[in-house]
């Protein structure tokens, strides 16, 4: 091409142009968009989190090393339940293989499976493979449902109810696609349990501005660790129902429940008992993933959503869209299967699976107390049970020059405690202003991961540095 | 919750309530999505997709086998480079293991033997590993890099340049995102070759009721075949610097590329050729996939994307909404990992990998000029010549009967054609009309990956239809 004359050769002579992409000129929602938990400072708890993986991984890694290397289906070393279990998921794949696609709402048997997983887990309350899609880990699966109730403009935008505390995800994925974000507090002097009276005065000062049309619920709560009583997912059902909300329930960890007396009730499962006109007629979608739990398979990316009454034309809508990013990745896929149909009583590898699941949800448990006692023996910080989930998020205080001196450094004061925490002792903890919380109130987020024997030394040192931290600014 | 008088309680007692998701009131923009690729006519078509997975596949599944369960490593059965392989990729990952999140922009050392893959291809133009993310397929990149130019309203919405035939991605993207879709038309004349001359008389067009700023161009083409010369890459540059267009280089199929005369250029090698002020300020985002090439490990949605003279600043707000994701799926990092840097000629498997690469590629090409020659011998077909990529595109004269019969169907009319071949004879091909084509043209996609000795007979199957279907409408 020939260069022309006049003005836009200009520019090619004229030096530097303005690029098409600035922060000025870039999509003003992506920039609102926030997300704590991969800030700069927790690229270290990556490392932390990988103390989950043992034990019970084998029985996985060997069905997925048969599954994507189908040669090993001949070899003495792999027990033969395994071999079965590989060899029927490559019957369902197409090609007889792991590096296909498949259909875009994942694996036909495998949507049966998790129906099955249901079904059992709710005690014989029916699932249909229909209603599942699986997903690229629960957060995918999160944001296309959130995608499909985005609508409307100024005051009649979509309204979402969230918890404060939240996962980040919720926020940031409203902030993404314009949704008004409307919060609910959870009660911390409740051992953080939701309060329908808090919803629905949320809702209300909502309903001025923009049209709340779902309602989301993490239980167990993540960063909270608390786990709802039936009571109250009843509760929140009627009030989901009354004010037509579309549910949203976020149950990846569902099989991380340790506290005595606490226990896992699925909405699904009480929405059902509740019969008519809730089960017949109130909107959910529900979401597991295999990241959580005792697997802790979250590099492999899987995880599903059921829907419950939902509009076949929308459902429909939503399949489309998961066929846009052709299918979640087949790894994935083939995990959760291990994960909804675990090895039976007359398998092979059943005793050994059964030992190792129960080993590393003890310790999650021992840890989750251990985790309790050790931070309320300290002055100045406040921990609720961690009834579930994989957190704890205490409460701080933090002494009135300390919050100044953040200000100063134009930072938020829980900020400024976990910068100077990592700095100190190397301790990598995700500020509570990443979650949300009261005004006035400072927290931080750890998880319950790292070893027993590292564990107690890591609390201990926080709690040493809190008190080093409140004396240099008192 | 007690109940409570008045308003909200009669819709528990007064029968069916309305949704809260319908047609009517979810997301107009997902509504608009359409993506014919995954359509109900192609549901066989993924079984088709399913005959790349041959030959090559074994070095890649090896290493993957000993990554998902490191075990095997102890295996005598394993070649040493493979063990070596796979060992470097752990040692990479956190807890020296797949199953846990790597970084958000993926794996540090696989991000690193990306950017020398790059510089190899690129006869030793440097890149920047920090330049290059990892993704869930290029899919996931491609719409994160659009969503970063999501901007405006009415007539200062975005607007974005696609060629027509596209791949549905873009518009189902494009839709999603409430951005402007802007055509520019691929010329069928000229073996779907991108003329300079149409890209400024659509964003003239353009201009007046959007703002125009990103350019797509898809190379070589899926649907079309086409690969593009070097003087036409350098043409599109100078204009996409003059237009002040961001450009977004699709990539995937740059393995793929048979035609004798034709040849690969990276839009990436020809910006820096070109100098400044090109090269140091032309913004460009490049695509590539491990769904594609010799390899096809479409399952394990693997891919990367490289970007160039990005403001440092949206870079960064780049990096956070992938961090949002968590990561990209460790597999398709791991197999991404192996692509990028092949066995070398001093490797055990070095021998074995090239036969292979070279066998079906070899195959590829074959059958490439096969369908092109079946096609162009029947009367009322006329196909371009495959020049890579994956895929025909024939144009097929269809009577004014038949249209007439589509209209009355409510169906386009190669969609029409493309449902009655499914009935009649099994064979599933995408109609034209999911990917764009001029008013008055019609055509259809099919791929060329079945097995020669079936591709044949599908050919001259498709052929008869064509010639009975004619015969059928005149």
Redesign the interface.
């Known amino acids: ?1 020939a260069a ?1 004359p006049g003005g ?2 200009l ?2 002579m004229n ?9 000025d ?4 929602c ?2 609102r ?1 926030e ?1 704590a938990v ?1 800030g700069p400072i927790v ?1 270290r708890a ?2 932390l ?3 989950l ?1 043992q034990g019970v ?2 029985p ?3 069905v ?3 599954c ?5 289906l001949n ?1 003495p ?1 792999f027990p033969e339940d395994a071999k079965r279990r590989a060899e029927s998921i490559l019957q369902a ?12 709402s994942g694996i036909q048997p495998i949507r049966e499976h998790v129906a099955q997983y249901i079904q059992r887990r709710d005690g014989g309350i029916p699932a249909d493979p229909n209603n599942i899609f699986l997903s ?2 629960a ?2 699966a999160i944001v296309t449902v959130l ?5 409307g403009e100024g005051r009649c935008r979509t309204g979402v109810l969230i918890p404060i505390p939240q996962y980040p ?1 919720y926020s ?2 409203l902030a ?1 696609l314009n949704a008004v974000q409307v919060d609910y507090y959870l009660d911390e002097d409740r051992a953080w349990a939701l309060d ?1 009276a808090e919803l629905r005065r949320a809702l209300c000062q909502a309903r001025g501005h923009c049209r709340p ?2 309602l989301c619920i993490i239980n167990p709560g993540n960063p909270t660790g608390q786990v709802q009583t039936r009571e109250c997912i ?2 929140v059902i ?2 989901a ?6 549910l949203m329930a976020d149950e990846v960890y569902q099989d991380n429940v340790y506290a005595e007396g606490s226990q896992f009730h699925s909405f699904k499962k009480v929405l059902m008992e509740m019969g008519p ?1 809730y089960s ?2 109130q ?1 959910l979608a529900s979401f597991h993933s295999i ?1 959580k739990g005792y697997m ?6 899987g995880g599903y959503v059921e829907v419950v ?3 076949p ?2 459902q429909q ?1 939503m399949q ?2 998961m ?10 896929q083939a995990v959760l299967d291990m994960v909804v149909s675990p090895p039976e009583p007359s398998d092979p590898s059943f005793t050994q699976f059964q030992a190792e699941k129960q080993a590393v949800l003890a310790d999650l448990a021992a840890k989750a107390k251990l985790t309790e006692k050790v931070f309320n023996a300290v002055p100045g910080i406040r921990c609720n049970p961690v009834q579930g989930a994989m957190y704890s998020f205490p409460r701080i205080e933090l002494p009135p020059r300390a919050i100044q001196r953040a200000k100063e450094l134009g930072l938020a004061p829980d900020m400024f405690f976990c910068l100077r925490l990592l700095e100190e002792t190397g301790i990598c903890v995700v500020p509570g202003s990443g979650f949300g919380q009261r005004e006035g109130t400072y927290h931080f987020r750890m998880t319950i991961l790292p070893a027993a024997e590292k564990l107690r030394p890591l609390l201990e040192k926080l709690s040493q540095f809190h008190a080093k931290f409140t004396r240099e600014y008192s």
């Not at 090609?95 to 875009?104: F, I, Q, V």
């Not at 802790?296 to 990316?301: A, H, K, N, Q």
């Open positions: 091409m022309r836009h050769n520019a090619v030096g530097p142009k303005e690029k098409v992409l600035t922060l000129t870039m999509n003003a992506v920039k968009v997300y991969r690229l990556l490392e989190e990988q103390e993986r991984k084998k996985f890694t060997e997925l090393a048969l994507v290397h189908p040669d090993l070899s070393d794949c197409g090609g007889h293989s792991l590096g296909a696609y498949s259909n875009s690229t880990g957060s995918d995608k499909l109730l985005v609508a995800l940031a994925a993404e329908v049309r779902a009843e509760a009627r009030f129902f009354e004010e037509q909300l579309f006109p017949t007629q909107e990241s802790g398979e979250c590099g492999l990316r009454n939902m509009d034309a929308v809508q489309k869209m066929s846009v990013r052709l299918c979640p990745p087949l790894p994935g």
